[in-house]
């Protein structure tokens, strides 16, 4: 009998041994030692434990588990409070340690004794089937120090009750930053008791827009007035407190400011009248920067500082449109005063003016990368959003930056097939590419890359009309995110962060969260193959699970088998889902083909796209798919001011004499149709030979999809160049920037 107990006990140390625990983040360090700690009934807590994160321990698992206070020697559940040692930054380390008879855990904060707390959670949570958590040690804290997700309330406003939800949810996964988007064009959403209009007025709208934007369609419905009092940010600021979570308030300036000028258009460099917008994107009308803005910018942040204790306060500063500033009397006698350059030395010199004030206060102010336009504000902090390259700027001349590129971090993106998906943004930001971020760029040194304070994911809810919408972009991603801040991201091991997201899936149902399930939804992947294209397919199951067709129906349980990657040599839609013993598992995924004598061909561009819009780079522009031009997902290349110009090989002389391009419009966004495009051909892939060029006007007439006659051709290389409308002109949202160019398949027949 005792043998066959020491063997019992062999097995069991064995299987924790080799079984990964299923946690998120994955800890620093982990040991799992001999023997298990078996979960009880009740659970006896040390008497002395801190009161405020341990009552958060007790509501966490009120429904599996009875706690009881006792004296420590009788506890199972107990605390010790390292002593720091002078220049110990470690507030957010803790040691736990799980034996048969105990739980120890060990930290230098209360804030590392929550963190322990939240590791714990997730063990009981996990093995509470099994009534046994493996014996263990835990060693662990964070890379970074500012670990954020960010919620827009302005398009679409939340309730208290679900940003404490938001809240929670950053806690779960030890995040520690809560990014709060209180005001923009379409809404105020804070209480400012000097100044009652921005509620009054700002904090409401005639109506929204919904569906695509393209599509230009309004509801006609009121909406608002939204907006939280200061006794509600009181409230929740002293939640995420209790949560160790930091909330970082947002007022933007000097744009984004339609909302506060439809209560104090006297702010403007216009007379207005003003309105809060009711479509999204950029506006024209912004602050003025005149002594009467910034009192009353001054004023506002005032109210808001004395709301919520962080170190840094937001002040936006993206996307500020320069066109009233060029045409303004004042702005314009500025400039000249003070020796600016131009219009973006003027937002330097507003930025500067309202860091000067804040900094009188004893805080510091983080911005949009934009900020660094005419220069940076001696302590500013930079949120690098339009890619890398405002946090690389910033930390190489010491100041401090949070990592948020839109390709990794905007949660408004696309998750899985944007055919199968609700509407977005745009984008195509799945799992694994969030996985995969680094926030470090290559091109910090050592020294340069203590400047990096962490990184930060963003929700826009543009197009996120209720909480479950919320809950849905925000899961499974926020925890990709959470492991990426925590520093023990591996994107060689990806599959096993996947399969711990996926038992991770088992909690938020208990939860009743609402979370995405793209990762069980079939994936295809277009190839080259010896006759064009291939499209191969996958899934996070098993494979052998999937079935499709290619006739455009509906796949069923007595489909073709997908074995191999299928060849694309016609026009045809594959269709294709995973089954489980002849059920259903995903999402049917549905795929259009139309291919032409450039599919699969090898492409070069000349200049790549923009990091956010380049899913299957060069190739998806010989792919066979068209792009759909109400989803900016997969489908599309998009160039911020840059021109398209390919070549394609077509590897033999090849005859045809129709060359075609999409290309797309969407002027809100600030994608303007090509301005012109040429097409050349050569047999040396030296020497081209113009054979068609056309201008703006065909290009409009044709709506973007363009077709061109280009007479009998027999040529091996096409080259195509497709011009950028270059800046944008004023009168259109965005103007004085460069505007995108949108680019999807290019084809000739």
């Known amino acids: 009998m005792r043998s066959l107990l020491v063997f019992s006990l062999m097995i069991s140390n064995l299987f924790f041994s080799q079984t990964q625990l299923n946690l998120i983040p994955y800890p620093k360090n982990v040991t799992i030692l001999n023997g298990g700690f078996s979960i009880p009934e009740t659970l006896f807590l040390d008497k002395d434990l801190p009161k405020q994160e341990t009552e958060y321990l007790k509501k966490s698992l009120s429904s599996d588990l009875k706690f009881q206070t006792t004296e420590k020697g009788k506890a199972q559940l107990v605390y010790t409070q390292l002593k720091k040692v002078n220049g110990n930054n470690q507030n957010e380390f803790y040691s736990l340690q799980i034996s048969p008879k105990q739980i120890l855990i060990e930290s230098y904060t209360k804030q590392g004794y929550f963190l322990a707390l939240q590791t714990l959670i997730q063990l009981f949570e996990n093995y509470q089937n099994d009534k ?18 960010h919620l827009d309330v302005c398009r679409h406003f939340f309730t208290v009750d679900e940003v404490k939800q938001y809240i929670d949810y950053l806690a779960m996964y030890k995040l520690n930053t809560f990014h709060w988007h209180l005001t923009d064009d ?47 940010i009181k409230d929740v600021v002293k939640y995420a407190e209790q949560r160790h979570i930091t909330i970082v308030p947002e007022i933007e300036m000097p744009g984004h400011a339609l ?29 003025c920067p005149k002594e009467e803005t910034f009192t009353f910018l001054e004023n506002v942040l005032d109210e808001v500082m004395q709301l919520f204790p962080s170190q840094y306060i937001h002040i936006g500063g993206d996307e500020c449109p320069k066109t009233r500033w060029k045409e303004c009397p004042h702005c314009q006698e500025l400039i000249k005063k003070n020796n600016l350059k131009d219009e973006h030395g003027l937002q330097s010199y507003f930025i500067h003016t309202i860091e000067k004030y804040v900094n009188s ?167 080259p193959s010896a006759n064009g294209v291939a499209y191969e397919l996958s899934t996070s199951q098993n494979s052998n699970g999937i079935k499709y067709t ?100 077509l590897g033999v002389k090849t005859q045809f004499s129709e060359v075609y391009f999409n290309t797309l419009e969407n002027k809100g966004s600030w994608i303007h149709l090509a301005k012109s495009a040429q097409v050349s051909v050569s047999d040396d892939n030296v020497n081209f030979k113009m054979i068609k060029e056309i201008g703006k006007d065909e290009i409009q007439n044709s709506k973007g999809k363009v077709k061109l006659n280009v007479g009998n051709q027999n040529s091996k290389y096409i080259k195509i160049k497709i011009e950028n409308a270059g800046i944008i002109p004023a009168g259109n949202p965005g103007a004085d920037s460069k505007a995108w160019l949108f680019v999807d398949e290019i084809g000739a027949n």
């Open 259 to 287: 909302a506060a000028l439809s209560a104090y258009p006297e702010l403007a460099c216009t007379k207005g009248p003003f309105e809060a917008a009711t479509k999204w994107g950029v506006f024209d009308d912004v602050f």
């Open 361 to 527: 206060k004893g805080r510091k102010i983080i911005g949009w990368d934009e900020i660094l336009e005419g220069g940076l504000a001696p302590n500013a902090a930079v949120m690098s959003w339009t890619g890398v390259n405002g946090g690389i700027e910033a930390a190489k001349s010491k100041h401090f930056a949070v990592m948020t590129p839109g390709a990794f971090c905007y949660f408004d993106h696309y998750q899985g097939d944007p055919q199968s998906e609700p509407n977005a943004f745009g984008g195509f930001t799945p799992l694994d590419k969030v996985y995969s971020y680094n926030p470090i760029p290559s091109e910090l040194n050592a020294e340069q890359a203590k400047y990096i304070l962490g990184v930060q994911a963003n929700l826009w809810t543009e197009y996120i009309l209720d909480f479950k919408h919320v809950q849905y972009m925000i899961f499974p991603r926020l925890m990709a995110l959470s492991e990426v801040g925590w520093g023990t991201a591996d994107s060689k091991k990806y599959k096993d962060f996947e399969n711990r997201v996926i038992q991770q899936f088992k909690i938020l149902d208990k939860k009743k969260i609402n979370y995405a399930k793209s990762i069980y939804n079939i994936l295809g992947k277009v190839i």
């Open 132 to 149: 046994n958590i493996p014996a263990l040690k835990i060693e662990d804290e964070p890379k970074f120090a500012w670990r954020g997700m």
């Open 186 to 232: 379409q809404g105020w959403r804070i209480e400012i008791k000097k100044y009652p209009k921005l509620t009054e007025i700002g904090s409401k709208r005639k109506e929204s827009m919904i569906g695509a934007y393209v599509d230009n369609t309004f509801d006609g419905k009121p909406y608002g007035p939204y907006f939280y009092t200061q006794e509600q």
């Open 550 to 649: 290619t006739d455009g129906t509906d796949p069923t349980a007595s489909s073709m088998p997908y074995h191999n990657a299928i060849p694309v040599s016609k026009v045809m839609t594959i269709k294709s889902a995973y089954f489980e013993n002849g059920v259903i598992k995903s999402a049917v995924s549905s795929q259009q083909f139309n291919p032409s004598k450039t599919t699969g061909k090898k492409i070069v561009l000349e200049q790549q796209p923009s990091e956010n819009y380049s899913f299957g780079g060069a190739f998806t522009l010989v792919d066979g798919i068209f792009g759909n031009q109400k989803q900016l997902g997969k489908t599309w290349l998009g160039f911020d001011g840059k021109d398209v110009v390919a070549v394609i090989d």
